[in-house]
């Protein structure tokens, strides 16, 4: 695959695009990439595009823009991941695997057991972090379409949200719960179009409160096997089941 760049700004065939510092850089340090080079660029708003460099310099890298491709790698799913914050390596691996395995929304959250507390100036930078971890997760997997980052939330807060939400009476949220009886497997099938949320804890998993919230705002606990899994695994294999029972594997 081409090395693909997201550029925030319009793109439109036949003009020359302008990098910014940070994929100058990439491209002319990183990728040690020359002029003539092919590359792709997407810009989230559907769709990627084919060009050359023309101009290859460290701090400002210029492509001229030959064709549109109307091509999108997305699952068949929608797929929302409210995720209790954890260590700053551990979320953005959840992050960027989460992208790369076809989720559409990310909720990040705080519960009673989150280790890691966030606030103020401190939260807004982390928002910026995640939201650049996206980005690079689809220069790196191929989607053209960026995945929502939903601004950080306590799981009290998110749940009365959810509960407000119009929502069909038989559509399936899901709760990651070790003690639960219910598997993936024995659950429908969403509805074309229909979002389904996987709520996961942090390390120290949910209390019994938290718990019987996400019950009353109607989600399913499900249970992955018999064995105990890290917040950083449980995410991960929630979608890709999903995936494998009903999306695109």
Known sequence: MLARFYHQEFISVGETVVLDHGNSHHAAQVLRLKTGDQVTLFNGAGGEFSGKLTQIRKSQCQVQISCFHNIERESSL???????????????WIIQKAVELGVTQIQPLLTQRSVVRLSGERAEKRQQHWKRVIISACEQCGRNTVPQLFPLLTLTGWLEKKIKEPKPSDSHDLILSPGASLRLAQLPAPKDGEYTAILVGPEGGFTAEESEAASLAKFFAIQLGKRILRTETAALATIAA???HWGDY
Do not use: G, P, R, T
């Not at 929608?78 to 953005?92: P, Y």
């Open 242 to 244: 999903m995936q494998s």
């Open 78 to 92: 929608s797929i929302q991941l409210a995720q209790a914050v954890c260590a700053n390596e551990k979320m953005d």
